[in-house]
């Protein structure tokens, strides 16, 4: 436990009579990017500020570096937070607010000018510094208050929801800045945020929260090709569910009996026993839609259906279909990476094929 960089142990906060974090344990690791996902309200914010020492946990160890930072004040820990709304001071110039506080501390002013001056470059904003804050954009207040949080070396850098504010272009923009800086500063960075694309596109590890607890924690391609439970399925991209029961076991493989639709071929990778309910998730993407049915594949037991187009939704990197069989609404997705050669007219009403092969599939509990 102490040789772990960060360590939740436990941890436990209450507001009155409801669990605001539950029975949390996480552990980080040094430079790691780490992510802590899940909606609003699961107790991200809560978790940030325990670490922060903004909030003492009801129960529970919080671990920095092998010493216990549980009931440590704020400046007594080097863990900095990024708001959201930037928390700059208005009257004070961009290198001003970068300095602070390091005046605060009293330190040479050679190696003030020093850090400050690293600082604007790291962030790409050495000709920015004699502005004020109301004269950047949002995007670069931002990097602002990064730089004004790394100045005096934290040991770990918590961000929460730090690109919320920012318009889509922008906030594509920031991660890419985000990814830089963190590789350059090398320390650890928590990040905090509801969206799925943000984490995944950042971070090296990610814990995906649900009211309270810790749902998963796993690599981005992990929780996204095999979630642990429905939530994580649901709430990490689009997916299919197929609600049913194990009908029969055959080596790696099993047929889930799915009421109402048809049994469907699974691969079996947790030895789940006949008589278990599952649900089988299905990315959209791997499904594919074809006006033939497949060609037989050798060995494969792929899964096959035959489905009415309900609608098509040209989305320019895919188009998504809705398609409906036995009584369900399935959506699949088909990428537009062989435009040309792949062209396959399917639309509105048209009898198609579903099919995925099992490998595809992912059960959950
Ligand atoms: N100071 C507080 N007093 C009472 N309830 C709080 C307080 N802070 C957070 N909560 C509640 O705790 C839960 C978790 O909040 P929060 O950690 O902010 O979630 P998130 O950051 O994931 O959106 C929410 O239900 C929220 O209303
Ligand atoms: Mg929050």
Redesign the pocket.
């Known amino acids: 436990m102490a040789n772990e960089f960060l360590v939740f142990d436990s941890v436990t906060k209450r507001?009155?009579a409801?669990t605001?974090v539950d029975n949390v344990s996480i552990s980080i690791r040094k430079g790691e990017f780490f992510s802590l996902l899940?909606p609003?309200?699961?107790?991200?914010?809560?978790?940030l500020r325990m670490l922060g020492g903004f909030e003492r946990p009801d129960s529970g160890r919080i671990y920095l570096d092998g010493k216990d930072i549980t009931d440590a004040p704020p400046n007594r820990r080097r863990v900095h937070t990024v708001f959201q709304n930037y928390a700059l001071f208005p009257t004070m110039t961009i290198w001003d607010n970068i300095a602070f506080s390091l005046r605060l501390q009293k330190k040479p002013k050679a190696e003030i000018e020093e850090t400050v001056d690293a600082m604007l470059e790291l962030i790409r904003m050495s000709d920015h510094a004699w502005k004020y804050p109301s004269m950047l954009s949002g995007g670069q207040k931002q990097r602002v208050a990064i730089a004004r949080a790394l100045v005096d070396r934290p040991q770990v850098l918590l961000l929460d929801e730090p690109l919320a504010a920012l318009d889509l272009k922008l906030r594509q923009h920031m991660l890419l800045e985000l990814d830089t800086i963190h590789d350059q500063v090398g320390i650890t960075f928590i990040y905090?945020t509801?969206d799925q694309g943000e984490a995944m596109s950042l971070s090296d590890r990610i814990a995906v929260?649900n009211s309270?607890h810790v749902e998963q924690l796993d690599t981005a391609a992990k929780i996204y090709e095999a979630p642990k439970s429905a939530f994580v399925a649901s709430f990490i991209g689009d997916t299919n569910f197929f609600e049913g029961g194990i009908a029969s076991e055959d080596g790696d493989y099993c047929t889930i009996s799915v009421p109402g639709f048809a049994s469907v071929c699974a691969f079996n990778d947790r030895k789940l026993a006949v008589g278990q309910s599952v649900h089988l998730s299905v990315r959209p993407e791997k499904i594919r839609v074809t006006l033939a049915p497949p060609p037989p594949e050798k060995g494969a037991r792929i899964n096959v259906f035959e489905a009415t187009v309900k609608d098509v939704i040209y989305q320019g990197v895919y188009t998504k279909y809705w398609l409906e069989s036995g009584g369900r609404r399935v959506q699949a997705l088909k990428p537009h990476s062989r435009f040309l050669l792949d062209q396959e007219t399917i639309t509105w009403n048209d009898k198609v094929y579903m099919w995925w092969h099992p490998d595809d599939g992912y059960m959950v509990e």
């Open positions: 507001f009155g409801l605001a899940g609003s309200g699961c107790g991200k914010t809560t978790l905090v509801h929260m309270g």
